[in-house]
């Protein structure tokens, strides 16, 4: 069967790309958190507990959503408001 110039060059690129385009699809999909960043800000206790648990196994649980929603939270309820920090006591100018 001949086919035309440029032709089968068409049909082997359409093959590569439906190839690809199926095994994205066959991708699994990535791991939701049970718990979201506002959720840990809000409960401290369950805060603590996922650190924990995350910092007891980071090989497996350290890339997790849980993990990574509950340490942004840690690092944001951490830095709290500059206004209830105390006053910096300065030395005083000679």
Known sequence: MRFRP????MRIGLG?????????????????????V????????????T????AEDPGTLGK????INAREAARSVGVGSLRALKPLKLPDRH
Do not use: M, N, W
Not at 6 to 9: E, L, P, Y
Not at 43 to 48: F, G, K, P, T, V
């Open 38 to 49: 506002d959720e840990y800000r809000k409960d401290r206790a369950l805060l603590q507990e």
């Open 6 to 9: 440029g032709a089968r060059s």
């Open 64 to 67: 997790s959503a849980d993990c």
């Open 16 to 36: 590569i790309v439906v190839t690809a385009i199926s095994a994205a699809g066959c991708a699994p999909a990535p791991d939701r958190g049970s718990h979201t």
């Open 51 to 54: 650190l924990k648990r995350c």
